[in-house]
């Protein structure tokens, strides 16, 4: 392979890699901390791809912002949709076993893509990316490599940083992965363990929500765009390690380089080479490349 297209295929894997962490650790935050199941999590993806869509225009008119104004906006809807949904459902599935979990998880994809229908319609949509963002930059000669998918690399990059620090060096970070060990400890010490899941449920919103608004320019706005990306961030979160933000984020620098490398070196077999890692992993470590932390 030409050093030049190994490069743009390395730099691709790396920003889809760092995009799945994003949608992939509040999963894992959701599934491997709270204990539920989230099959309705890939639509906060879809959503934060239509508020990129939807809101941009208006915060532009309105507001006189631009991309990041934008994103700050997409990134406060999503917590307070998270806050709202964890107080109005799933505060009541902690203590109700994972099939209960995923009949109303399910029962929220499907609510959501009817909305969505309602709302906006069943067209695919493009999103423009800022005009400071559309050029290239020369990778050699005569390939070139284009700088929003750099800029989208490194936001997920300090996305990743910024959640490591939380859960790994803060207080609130250590009261998370408490009541994830004992819940019923952490609440005799005085933490209030309901609200802090119902931000931490927040928080992993927010999360993919993001990654679905930084994705939009790149890969458009269409439906059922939450499906594909709910089955990989399983995965995802399976190989890592359910818990783990560590894992999280090795399994999806190994997967998104499997996949990418996948298509274009063994294209007829590229759709199971993710499920055959994941196979692989498990079969040597059945917790996954990481414990919980």
């Known amino acids: 392979m030409d050093p030049g297209i190994f490069l743009i295929h390395a730099l691709n894997a790396l920003q889809y890699g760092l995009l799945l962490f994003l949608v992939a650790s509040g999963l894992t935050l959701i599934f491997g901390i709270m204990g539920i199941i989230n099959l309705a999590h890939g639509s906060f993806y879809m959503i934060g791809a239509y508020m990129a869509f939807a809101l941009g225009p208006l915060v532009q008119a309105h507001l006189g912002g631009g991309f990041f104004l934008t994103l700050a906006v997409c990134v406060a809807a999503a917590l307070l949709l998270g806050y709202v949904l ?22 929220l994809i499907l609510v959501f893509e009817e909305l969505r229908s309602l709302l906006i319609g069943n067209d695919v949509h493009g999103v423009p990316m800022p005009s400071w963002l559309a050029g290239s930059v020369p990778l050699g000669d005569v390939m ?38 004992n819940r019923e400890m952490i609440g005799s010490l005085g933490v209030n363990i309901n ?16 990654a679905g608004a930084l994705a939009a320019p790149v890969s458009s706005v269409y439906p059922g765009m939450g499906q594909g990306v709910l089955i990989i961030c399983f995965v995802v979160v399976v190989i890592g390690g359910i818990g783990s933000i560590r894992g999280t984020f090795l399994a999806a620098m190994l997967v998104a380089a499997v996949e990418t490398f996948g298509q274009v070196l063994f294209p007829a077999a590229a759709g199971v080479l993710v499920y055959l890692l994941m196979a692989t992993i498990l079969l040597f470590r059945p917790e996954g490349l990481f414990r919980q932390g």
């Open 86 to 107: 964890e107080a109005l459902f799933f505060s009541f599935l902690y203590t109700r076993d994972h099939l209960q979990q995923v009949l109303m998880t399910y029962g």
């Open 144 to 181: 070139t490599y284009p700088v929003y998918r750099l800029f989208v690399a490194v936001m997920a990059l300090l996305a990743a940083a910024l959640l490591y620090w939380v859960i790994t060096r803060t207080r609130i970070g250590m009261m998370v992965r408490a009541g994830a060990s």
């Open 195 to 210: 609200r802090l899941y119902r931000w931490v449920f927040a928080v992993g919103v927010a999360m993919a929500a993001l």
